[in-house]
Every structure is written in structure tokens, then in C-alpha cells.
């Protein structure tokens, strides 16, 4: 007979060391995640990409020391943060788009790139339980679409159709990942 595994054992990363793990103490609600503390630092908005750039290259060493150190009750959400300027950056980086090395320079919000992708569109997402252990269950999202046309791609039926999926919107889609854990936990 072959047990099931155990299910959430994180117990790995407590056993550490150097103490439990930064990707611990995140799922653990202890620490805020990057995305939250980047949230929370004040950025100007300026109009141009390389005033953009700028004033992001000037925020990374506030946003490291920030993120070594801030706790929950630190937070403040300014109008416009450090993260609201990266999303601005990305914007415009899109409108002739050099996110990758092929650099087509197309407008990705009108025109069709090499990778085909316009939207993201999601092709599966599920809890992954074929991890290594510390990290079962995983969320798993797996999008459509890419830049690159490996010939032994093992994805190739997603990563060469980026039509194939569906375009979720992605409040509804953190509600899912919400609704999907909290099913496990309560499964275990
Ligand atoms: S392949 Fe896609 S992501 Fe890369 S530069 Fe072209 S349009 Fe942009």
C-alpha cells in the first residue's frame, strides 16, 4: 500500500539552518510579499520611459533596504507607488515592444509580435502536487504563448497557441487561487 503524502509539510524550511524561509514567512502572512512592499513606497509619475527608468533605478536601494526590514503594521499605500511605476514602465515598453530579445518593436496593445501573445491568456491553472515536498501544494498557472520555438518543447500544444485558454480577469483569478487553497487546507 502507498501512503499518501503529507500534505503541506513545510516543515523542511523550519528545520533550516538559517531559520525558516522568505518564501515561508510570505505564504505565512509574516512577511509582506515584493509585490506588497514595492506597494508601498512613494514614486513620482513622470511622462517619459527614460524619466521612468530613472526615477526607478533611483527607488531600487530604498526598496531593498525596505523590504529587509518593513513589517505589516508599516504599511502605508501611497497614490502612486514603486510598483504602479514598474506597470507604467511595462505600459510603455509594450507600445513598441522590447520585453524580449527578439525586440519587434511592434504595439503589442494592436499588433501581433513573434510570440503571437496580445493578452494573457491563461491555459490551465491548478494546485500542483508534483513539487518538490516544501513546495505542495503549488499554485500553478500556466499561460499561452511564447517567445521561444523550442523543438522538443514539452508544453508545445500552449507555448505555440497562445490562442488557447481563456483571458481571466485577474481579481476573479486571485479569487480562484483563494477559494482553491483555502479547498485544500480544509481538505487536510
Ligand atoms: S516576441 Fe513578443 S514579447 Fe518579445 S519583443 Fe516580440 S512582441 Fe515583444
Known amino acids: 500500500?502507498?501512503?499518501?503524502?503529507?500534505?503541506?509539510?513545510?516543515?523542511v524550511w523550519r528545520k533550516s539552518p538559517t531559520g525558516p524561509s522568505e518564501l515561508l514567512k510570505i505564504t505565512s502572512n509574516e512577511k509582506p510579499s515584493r509585490m506588497k512592499v514595492s506597494s508601498s513606497i512613494f514614486a513620482?509619475?513622470?511622462m517619459d520611459l527614460d524619466a521612468?527608468?530613472?526615477?526607478?533605478?533611483q527607488i531600487i536601494g530604498e526598496y531593498h533596504s525596505k523590504y529587509n526590514e518593513i513589517s505589516w503594521d508599516e504599511m502605508i499605500i501611497p497614490d502612486f507607488s514603486y510598483f504602479d511605476l514598474k506597470i507604467k514602465i511595462a505600459e510603455n515598453l509594450l507600445e513598441k515592444c522590447v520585453l524580449c530579445e527578439k525586440k519587434c518593436e511592434?504595439?503589442?496593445?494592436?499588433?501581433?509580435?513573434?510570440?503571437?501573445v496580445i493578452k494573457p491568456v491563461i491555459a490551465s491553472e491548478f494546485l500542483h502536487m508534483g513539487e518538490e515536498k516544501p513546495l505542495v501544494p503549488?499554485?500553478?498557472?500556466?499561460?499561452?504563448?511564447c517567445n521561444f520555438k523550442c523543438t522538443y518543447c514539452q508544453n508545445w500544444d500552449i507555448s505555440q497557441h497562445p490562442?488557447?485558454?481563456?483571458?481571466?480577469?485577474?481579481?476573479?483569478?486571485?479569487?480562484?487561487?483563494?477559494?482553491?487553497?483555502?479547498?485544500?487546507?480544509?481538505?487536510?
Not at 1 to 11: F, H, I, K, L
Not at 106 to 116: A, M, V
Request: charged content about 30%.
Open 44 to 46: 513620482e509619475s513622470p
Open 52 to 57: 521612468m527608468i530613472n526615477e526607478h533605478d
Open 1 to 11: 500500500m502507498v501512503n499518501d503524502p503529507p500534505r503541506y509539510d513545510r516543515s
Open 138 to 145: 503549488s499554485h500553478t498557472i500556466f499561460f499561452s504563448g
Open 106 to 116: 511592434i504595439d503589442r496593445r494592436f499588433e501581433i509580435g513573434s510570440c503571437r
Open 163 to 188: 490562442d488557447r485558454g481563456i483571458v481571466l480577469d485577474p481579481v476573479k483569478l486571485g479569487l480562484i487561487i483563494d477559494l482553491r487553497t483555502q479547498a485544500r487546507i480544509n481538505e487536510c
